[in-house]
Structures are given as structure tokens and as C-alpha cells.
């Protein structure tokens, strides 16, 4: 079934330490995204990608890293620099970053400080 | 300013009771999109419904309907005999151009918890 894979469900991190929470897609779609939601809270976007070796910082990249050296695949790193990194992290996609398409979203990773 | 409010942060109706979520938004473009997602406990966003700004008719799925108003900036949602499986934190969402492209910003609400009780 096509869709939207994250890895690993559930992720600890230590102090200094950087994580990459992997997204996978086959969808087919051109545009991907990384959201962090705290709670209470809605959504926040991290970074997008609107195609492959390409990719935008959203409003709270500070702490954060991503690559999309592949149409499938984008990756997110959670660096020692992202002092307060404990949130569920969601990726999406969608056919393309144009202002109609629905995002397609996997069902999380969430992550904690050990 | 918050872009898209949810007022409602939680909502408890017993089953078969109907429920509405208030959405209410705010942009300066003319040309703009609105969307409902619903997130169950198991976590992933699942997308119920889109609606552009040009087209203020209200629609209906079984359950669902949503009321459109562009003069009040409000999208609401609506669930008629809720069921248990209704459960679940509901966004609502605005997608707007993003600096000067066709990038699509998506702006989400804070969300609303549903719960609905047998």
C-alpha cells in the first residue's frame, strides 16, 4: 500500500548528542515535509522540500538538519544545538508544495531526552 | 496574531449527540485554501476535507459537514450523531501563497480534543 514510513516510533537522545529520524514515501509525490507538534499545540514546520535536492527552512529550523537526495526519502536530524528536542515529529507529503495540495502525513516518531 | 483559531480546546459529548468545531481564520489574500484533518491516538493526520476561497458552498459527507463563511472568516465542522470512533484531536488548517511563490504555506490550528463517551 503506498504511504508514508517513519522510523523509529519511539527515539531518546542524550545530551550532545544528534538523531536522525528517518521518512520514507511511495506516493510518488515531489514535496515533503517536517512538522514538530508539542502538546497542545498544532503543528510547526521545520523544513520542506518541494523537490528532490531542494529544501527550505520553515519557522522553527533552528537545532535541526535535513537532506532529500532522493524523492522518497527525507531524513531529519536532530542536532545537539535543538536545546528542547522532546515533541512528536510528523513528516508529510504531497503531490506538490502548491497551495491546494493536501499533505499526506506518517504516523510519527516521537522523541525524548534521556 | 494567530492565523487560524480553535477556540474549543476540548469538547465531551456522549454518543449520538451532534458536535461542531469552530474554525476561525484570518489572511489578506483573496486566493487561499482551507483544510480539516483529524488526528485519532495512534497519531497520524488524516485529511477530511479541502475548500478554496471562491467556493463558500457548504458540503456533506454521511456524518460530516463543514460550513464555509467567508464574511465571518469561519470554517466550521460539524459531526451529526457522533460515534466513539469520532475521537480524536481535530486541526484546522490554512494554506496560503508564501513569498511570492507557489508555495503553499500550511498554518495549522491548535486543535481541538474530541471526546465522545458510549
Known amino acids: 500500500d503506498g504511504g508514508i514510513t517513519q522510523s523509529p516510533k519511539y527515539l531518546f537522545r542524550k545530551e550532545g548528542q544528534n538523531v536522525t529520524l528517518s521518512c520514507e514515501q511511495n506516493l510518488n509525490h515531489d514535496a515533503m515535509y517536517w512538522y514538530r507538534q508539542d502538546p497542545g499545540q498544532g503543528l510547526r514546520l521545520i523544513y520542506y522540500s518541494q523537490i528532490v535536492n531542494d529544501f527550505q527552512k520553515g519557522d522553527i529550523a533552528e537545532g535541526y538538519s535535513v537532506s532529500r537526495e532522493k524523492k522518497e526519502s527525507f531524513p531529519l536530524t536532530v542536532t545537539s544545538a535543538q536545546k528542547n528536542p522532546t515533541a512528536f515529529y510528523l513528516c508529510?507529503?504531497?503531490?506538490?508544495?502548491?497551495?491546494?495540495?493536501?499533505?499526506?502525513f506518517g504516523d510519527g516518531t516521537r522523541l525524548s531526552i534521556l | 496574531a494567530q492565523k487560524v483559531t480553535q477556540a474549543q480546546t476540548e469538547i465531551s459529548v456522549v454518543e449520538k449527540e451532534d458536535v461542531t468545531l469552530d474554525c476561525v481564520y484570518e489572511?489578506?489574500?483573496?486566493?487561499?485554501?482551507l483544510f480539516w484533518y483529524k488526528q485519532p491516538p495512534s497519531g497520524e493526520l488524516v485529511f477530511l476535507i479541502r475548500?478554496?476561497?471562491?467556493?463558500?458552498q457548504n458540503e456533506i459527507s454521511g456524518r460530516y459537514s463543514w460550513n464555509f463563511q467567508k464574511s465571518t472568516s469561519s470554517f466550521n465542522f460539524t459531526i451529526t450523531a457522533s460515534q466513539v470512533v469520532d475521537s480524536a484531536v481535530y486541526f484546522c488548517?490554512?494554506?496560503?501563497?508564501?513569498?511570492?511563490?507557489?508555495?503553499?504555506?500550511?498554518?495549522f490550528g491548535q486543535g481541538t480534543i474530541l471526546t465522545v463517551h458510549p
Open positions: 488548517a490554512l494554506s496560503e501563497f508564501s513569498g511570492g511563490t507557489s508555495y503553499g504555506k500550511l498554518t
Open positions: 489572511t489578506r489574500d483573496t486566493t487561499y485554501y
Open positions: 508529510a507529503s504531497s503531490m506538490s508544495a502548491y497551495i491546494n495540495q493536501p499533505q499526506h
Open positions: 475548500r478554496n476561497s471562491f467556493d463558500e
